[in-house]
Nanobody, 115 residues
Framework: QVQLVESGGGLVQPGGSLRLSCAAS????????MGWYRQAPGKERELVAR???????NYADSVKGRFTISRDNAKNTVYLQMNSLKFEDTAVYYC?????????WGKGTLVTVSS
């Protein structure tokens, strides 16, 4: 059974930074995509950033230049460094693990950007 555990959310002022972490455990193929999605109140879940096991990345336009996704394959852990946070970044952030033929989600971690 695959499990994803997120950490690092919290309350931050506009312009501040946070770092999210997500550790995956269980039977995980070495070839996979890990990513972060977010869902703001009243909105659909959207992709924030993804990274392949080979290190290729893609980002939502709204976070390009502010957020950086990275991973440690030895630890099956993905990170999201979030800088220059804005009010509109407030959301529950979900970790995702995309294996061939299966998709897994964490329970989410709340990020609140507020003054």
């Amino acid at each position: 059974q695959v499990q994803l555990v997120e950490s690092g959310g919290g309350l931050v002022q506009p312009g501040g930074s946070l770092r999210l972490s997500c550790a995956a455990s269980g039977s995980i193929s070495s070839i996979n995509i890990m990513g972060w999605y977010r869902q703001a109140p009243g909105k659909e879940r959207e992709l924030v950033a993804r990274i392949t096991s080979g290190g290729s990345t893609n980002y939502a336009d709204s976070v390009k230049g502010r957020f950086t996704i990275s991973r440690d394959n030895a630890k099956n852990t993905v990170y999201l460094q979030m800088n220059s946070l804005k009010f509109e970044d407030t959301a529950v952030y979900y970790c995702n693990l995309d294996l061939v033929g299966a998709n897994y989600w964490g329970k989410g971690t709340l990020v609140t950007v507020s003054s």
